[in-house]
Nanobody, 122 residues
Framework: QVQLVETGGGLVQPGGSLRLSCAAS????????MRWYRQTPGKERELVAA???????DYADSVKGRFTISTDNAKNTGYLQMDSLKSEDTAVYYC????????????????WGKGTLVTVSS
């Protein structure tokens, strides 16, 4: 079964750092693109960072200069490096990826992880 699993969430003090991982498993041919979203109670899910298959990146204004998205396509894994964390960054973080899945004919499909909680608190 193809799935995405996020790891790396936890409790960190303001100004600290965390690195989130999003690993794809199953019959994966390639990782084409990845996005990270976050959501807090009462708010819409927010796009935080995105990376294309060509390596182009984009970030929400609130995290520019502090977060870095990357992928290791050989490992079918993506990362979100979070530095200079603020209390406002507290949220459940979700990864989203477009994966090429091996089949009788290979096909591209969209997948979501279940999320990992990041809490920034003093």
């Amino acid at each position: 079964q193809v799935q995405l699993v996020e790891t790396g969430g936890g409790l960190v003090q303001p100004g600290g750092s965390l690195r989130l991982s999003c690993a794809a498993s199953g019959s994966i041919v390639s990782l084409n693109a990845m996005r990270w979203y976050r959501q807090t109670p009462g708010k819409e899910r927010e796009l935080v960072a995105a990376i294309t298959s060509g390596g182009s990146t984009d970030y929400a204004d609130s995290v520019k200069g502090r977060f870095t998205i990357s992928t290791d396509n050989a490992k079918n894994t993506g990362y979100l490096q979070m530095d200079s964390l603020k209390s406002e960054d507290t949220a459940v973080y979700y990864c989203y990826a477009i994966l090429v899945v091996r089949g009788n004919i290979n096909y591209a499909a969209q997948f979501w992880g279940k999320g990992t909680l990041v809490t920034v608190s003093s």
